[in-house]
């Protein structure tokens, strides 16, 4: 085996979800000062699309498209430049490296491994929805793998805002799937998690009656009709929402419970009450008989 083939390959690590960062190794990068310069959005692309890499038409769509430019192809090539020269500087690619081939550009440089969050979260999440059987452990996988949105700092560009709508979705289902699943298993439990975990990051009505399905499931009921309280008055003053009326049948479910508790504690405390009896030469209250006792 050729002793090259036995090096270890470094790592680069880009997150995307729910924030940006880059690590070589575990140790983070400071390729530019955010997300949003020219060279950093470059360097996005080529990390999102790896080892496929992305068409020189492509790049200038997603990062001149709005701007009034007449040579848009020649600060393309500037960006590469100075990019090419930060992860050099970085210790990601080699000298030789190139980030242009023929129009196709990527980040590609021997024994470099490219690590992308949301591509591993899309790849877990496509498999788990394939299955029919055994989704439980691969949909927990995805559902817990996404963090927060696709690329929240560059929220303006059309084509990172596409991407955060089509993730957003592809999560939901995931966690439609998953929840249902955890419902039909009666793992209250993980489907309370679940949900709350969600509201994290989606504070939406539907996932408020999720949150409340698994604490109705468990019987819960104090801390349901708290929850209920408490989502009601997020949805109508904070959002001005009025609840769905999948929300307003749990809260009618949970407020029915709670009468239907009072009754019994009052049946109850009629039970504990000492009866009248005729039996013997006295017969009083616990309450008489101490008030007596004390007299005497």
Avoid at 39 to 53: D, K, P, T, V
Avoid at 90 to 103: C, F, H, K, Q, T
Avoid at 275 to 289: I, L, Q, T, V
Wanted: net charge negative; with cysteine; aromatic share 10%.
């Amino acid at each position: 085996m050729p002793a090259a083939s036995k090096e270890k390959k470094r790592v680069l690590s880009v997150q995307m979800l729910g924030g940006y960062s880059v690590a070589l190794d575990g140790k983070d990068l400071k390729l530019s000062k955010g997300a949003g310069g020219k060279s950093a959005r470059l360097f996005i692309l080529l990390a999102y699309h790896g080892e496929e890499g992305v068409s020189r038409q492509e790049i200038l769509d997603c990062l001149y498209a709005d701007e009034d430019c007449a040579d848009d192809a020649g600060n393309l090539r500037v960006a590469v430049f100075r990019l090419k020269k930060q992860l050099v500087e970085a210790g990601v690619l080699e000298p030789s490296d190139s980030i242009n081939v023929r129009g196709l550009f990527r980040l590609a440089s021997e024994g470099l491994e490219l690590s992308v969050d949301v591509r591993q979260f899309e790849e877990a999440a496509e498999k788990a929805l394939k299955l029919q059987d055994d989704q439980e452990e691969l949909l927990e996988q995805a559902c817990r793998m996404y963090v927060g949105e696709f690329l929240p700092s560059l929220s303006g560009d059309m084509w990172a805002a596409g991407k955060q709508a089509m993730y957003q979705n592809l999560y939901f289902t995931c966690v439609r799937r998953y929840l249902k699943l955890l419902d039909s298993k009666e793992k209250y439990g993980k489907m309370l998690l679940t949900a709350r975990n969600v509201l994290r990051l989606y504070p939406y009505d539907e996932w408020y009656v999720a949150e409340l399905d698994a604490l109705i499931g468990m019987g819960r009921w104090k801390e349901a009709r708290d929850t209920a309280r408490r989502s009601t008055e997020s949805l109508m003053e904070r959002m001005g929402l009025w609840p769905s009326e999948e929300l307003e049948k749990r809260i009618l479910k949970i407020n029915s419970q709670a009468q239907g508790s009072f009754k019994s504690l009052q049946e109850i405390q009629s039970e504990l009450e000492e009866k009248k009896s005729d039996e013997g030469a006295f017969s009083c209250s616990y309450d008489s008989f101490m008030g007596t006792y004390q007299y005497e």
